[in-house]
């Protein structure tokens, strides 16, 4: 038996954390099959089913391929991402009581410092450098079996680590397609989000100071027909929830890399109709067709093209989608000295090209919408970084524009980068025009608390009630967790957005222990999240916490309720709340009692 593990992974390009699965752990199983290993003698875990496994294997496999690491950090709702830690865990394990089995390990975990990788080396793993499934072509083919093969790359590199070149994209379209089946082992299926690659590596020709997805090379991109190939055998087997996630910038997918504009690429907007018309012809009743990342810089580069290509998105894919913008600062010196993607003015600009094209709304949720990403501990940075930040924001705001979220983290430096080089030698940002004074740690670690939880109260709840009003439905969000008072639930997408629903809402109760979606209608705003209750609501059925969550009614008019149920319709309602509390008479449901 050969056995996946799929410990996640999390990069500026690619999500591969519940309800999400990456595409990496698709491709090894297509490797798998296309070497003739018979679909039942592989297998997939998540590191969560580990876990709760008690950390060990039921079975001992020949061989186990790993995929893990993250290289930006991120809170996540559906699971819990693998940790170096959880790696040293299970490789003990494996050479405690599955002595001379091959753990191969790859993926993002291959950016991790020096030392870090020789101790995941030291506890028995084999980790790939390379393209993880590069490598267990090679060693799944070799004549020797599967741990000689491990042993003679081992013996012929002279370290304790695998050097693999690239795979090519002719491998990938073969690969993706015939490690489909493995979607049906994960325990979302079938509510589960399949990021699809188009392409790797940064299509810039100067990059920004942390980029790690410059790693990959000069990018490479799928053919159309590759892609379509992989959905129609995903669609085949039943998923319904795609993501165009894996590339830097989906505006330039396909793009004319001999033809630049202040170092940005022309798009061609009939790779993307292609595309897009292509999926939406193969998989005919998808349910989401989402995207991640758009680059601000080419929308302002080639604005008509981009605005074309965004037109053609929102044509064609559906409800809730956010086009993740990394603008990273607003602070102009920030931006310069970090090589940015664009200027301030510039993401303004990015930002009403997506809203007019992607603004229009339906079923009352609008089709495309920019999501901002702002990183903390940038080179330059000083007290007035933050504020600037605020100040662009609020102008975003106060001219009516619409941002489906805001993404504030702290940054991650990798080796070999440029913010690297100015970590470790603070003189290169002498003559920046910002004083020690303004760059203190301390200061810059209060402001940054300040003015992050200015932006959630100021900036957040305002938009979160302009995208989502009172009264807007959401179909199939999934409860996902629990806490104190709520239950926690998630639409599948892009960048979805949390709802909170009160445990005294029976139906949404009912939906947590099944792991089904329910469809819930919007009653509130807390931060970065929604207030809602299922939808038609059970007027007749709702506790007291959850009947007072309803836009007119409050506790008093509540225990009214409570008191006169069961209510036998409008009348009755209209009697206790004297207006309509949200929506209209299609949002009540008067069956059933206490």
Same mark, same amino acid.
């Given at each position: ?11 500026? *390009? ?12 698709? #491709? ?15 297998? #997939? ?27 930006? /950090? ?14 040293? =865990? ?13 753990? !191969?390990?790859?993926? /993002? ?13 030291? *506890? ?21 079996? +599967? ?21 090519? #994209? ?28 188009? %392409? ?15 790693? %990959? ?9 590759? +892609? ?31 033809? %630049? ?28 067709? &989402? ?24 044509? &064609? ?33 990015? @930002? ?122 959401? &179909?199939?969000? @999934? ?30 109760? =009912?939906? %947590? ?56 319709? !409008? ?24």
């Amino acid at each position: 038996m050969i056995q996946i593990i799929d410990f996640y992974v999390d990069e500026p *390009a690619c999500l591969g954390v519940p309800p999400y699965l990456s595409p990496y752990c698709r #491709y090894i199983a297509g490797v798998l099959v296309d070497a003739g290993v018979s679909t039942e003698k592989i297998g #997939y875990l998540t590191v969560d089913q580990w876990r709760d496994a008690g950390r060990v294997l039921q079975e001992e496999p020949e061989l186990v391929v790993m995929v893990a690491g993250s290289t930006v /950090p991120g809170k996540y709702l559906g699971g819990k991402i693998g940790t170096v830690s959880d790696i040293l =865990a299970f490789l003990n394990y494996r050479r405690r009581y599955q002595r001379g089995a091959v753990t !191969m390990i790859g993926g /993002p975990i291959r950016h991790a410092p020096p030392e870090i990788l020789k101790t995941i080396a030291d *506890a028995g793993g084999l980790v790939v450098m390379g393209d993880l499934e590069t490598a267990v072509d090679q060693v799944i083919r070799d004549p020797g079996g +599967i741990r000689r093969a491990a042993e003679r790359f081992l013996e012929e590199q002279g370290q304790y680590n695998l050097r693999i070149g690239r795979r090519n #994209y002719g491998a990938i379209d073969r690969w993706a397609a015939a490690g489909a089946f493995v979607t049906e082992r994960h325990p979302n299926y079938p509510f589960l989000m399949l990021e699809l690659e188009t %392409y790797r590596g940064c299509t810039r020709k100067n990059h920004c100071s942390f980029c790690s997805e410059v790693f %990959y090379g000069r990018p490479v991109f799928r053919s159309v027909n590759g +892609i379509l190939d992989e959905v129609r055998e995903l669609y085949g087997i039943g998923n319904r929830y795609f993501r165009l996630g894996r590339q830097a910038d989906l505006l330039t997918f396909g793009a004319d890399l001999g033809d %630049y504009r202040n170092g940005f690429p022309r798009p061609r907007p009939l790779e993307l109709f292609r595309l897009y018309a292509g999926i939406r012809k193969v998989a005919p009743e998808l349910k989401v067709l &989402h995207l991640d990342n758009i680059n601000p810089g080419t929308i302002v580069a080639f604005e008509k093209e981009a605005g074309d290509i965004i037109d053609i998105i929102s044509e &064609h894919n559906t409800a809730g989608d956010t086009a993740a913008m990394g603008l990273e600062s607003a602070d102009p010196l920030v931006c310069r000295i970090n090589d940015l993607k664009c200027t301030p003015e510039e993401a303004l600009r990015a @930002i009403k090209v997506i809203n007019r094209f992607g603004g229009k709304r339906e079923n009352g949720v609008p089709k495309l919408l920019p999501g901002l990403n702002f990183i903390h501990g940038l080179p330059g940075e000083s007290d007035k970084t933050f504020e600037l930040n605020h100040g662009f924001l609020k102008s975003v705001l106060d001219q009516a524009l619409l941002l489906r979220r805001i993404n504030i983290r702290q940054i991650t430096i990798h080796p070999k980068t440029k913010a690297e080089k100015l970590q470790s030698n603070p003189e290169l940002l002498k003559g920046s025009g910002v004083s020690k004074k303004h760059r203190r740690p301390a200061l810059l670690k209060k402001k940054f608390s300040y003015y992050r939880d200015r932006i959630r109260q100021e900036i957040d709840r305002p938009m979160l009630k302009a995208v989502f009003p009172p009264g807007t439905v959401l &179909h199939e969000v @999934i409860p996902e967790a629990s806490n104190p008072g709520f239950i926690l639930g998630r639409q599948l997408g892009s960048y979805p957005v949390t709802v909170k629903i009160p445990v005294s809402d029976p139906v949404a109760a =009912a939906a %947590y222990k099944t792991g089904q979606p329910l469809d819930v209608i919007v009653t509130g705003y807390r931060e970065r999240s929604l207030v809602g209750i299922s939808w038609p609501i059970p007027i007749n059925r709702l506790g007291q916490i959850a009947l007072s969550q309803i836009p007119g009614i409050g506790a008093k008019r509540a225990t009214r309720i409570l008191l006169a149920r069961p209510l036998e319709g !409008m009348e009755a309602l209209l009697a206790i709340t004297e207006s309509l509390p949200v929506g209209d008479e299609t949002c009540f449901n008067f069956d059933g009692d206490v």
